[in-house]
T-cell receptor, first 111, second 111 residues
């Protein structure tokens, strides 16, 4: 079975802190994604990556950056967390054209 | 820009009834996905529809795709309480490198 692991399930951070959300997949998938999910807004794409060191902006990249130094790992970085970044963050991976597999989600609260 | 619209956003059904969830998208795509999400959980893949006219069925759920109309439907037959969840459709861009999700349909099946 495909496994997408998000290392932090629940985080509480202070405004202005730098936040790292880590995601690892074990199926050698090319594509990896970061979404945030908010009530009534569905899943919104923040960034995606189609190869090591390659990244593209999604619909809401402002305030976020990403890193993909190895194929299995895709990190989401909040350089200076703000309260409007309180959300659930979902990482996902996929072989091109196939089903996307999601991690369990990371619940981030910024106070 | 690829946009995905689902309706209805909220659906309350009686057990035993039938209903359909609609998913419209804005640009050419030949891959459409349906996911289920239970409260507090991640997303689980239900169907992948790969071509015009594709129909897939699993239990009481049936999904179809009309690429000319840019429309997919998720039909629920004789609903049961266990189907209560939020259902998302998602569409991949023509190059299949990224995906966009609808806002989700929160389904509640009442006894």
């Amino acid at each position: 079975d495909v496994k997408v692991t998000q290392s932090s399930r629940y985080l509480v951070k202070r405004t202005g802190e730098k936040v790292f959300l880590e995601c690892v997949q074990d199926m050698d998938h090319e594509n990896m994604f970061w979404y945030r999910q908010d009530p009534g807004l569905g899943l919104r794409l923040i960034y995606f990556s189609y190869d090591v060191k390659m990244k593209e902006k999604g619909d809401i990249p402002e305030g976020y950056s990403v890193s993909r130094e190895k194929k299995e790992r895709f990190s989401l970085i909040l350089e200076s967390a703000s309260t409007n970044q309180t959300s659930m963050y979902l990482c996902a991976s996929r072989e091109q054209g196939n089903t996307i597999y999601f991690g369990e989600g990371s619940w981030l609260t910024v106070v | 820009e690829l946009k995905v619209e689902q309706n209805p956003l909220f659906l309350s059904m009686q057990e035993g009834k039938n209903y359909t969830i609609y998913c419209n998208y804005s640009t050419t795509s030949d891959r459409l996905y349906w996911y289920r999400q239970d409260p507090g959980k991640s997303l689980e893949s239900l169907f992948v529809l790969l071509s015009n006219g594709a129909v897939k069925q699993e239990g009481r759920l049936m999904a179809s795709l009309d690429t000319k109309a840019r429309l997919s439907t998720l039909h629920i037959t004789a609903a049961v309480h266990d189907l209560s969840a939020t259902y998302f459709c998602a569409v991949a861009r023509y190059n299949n490198n990224d995906m966009r999700f609808g806002a989700g349909t929160r389904l509640t099946v009442k006894p």
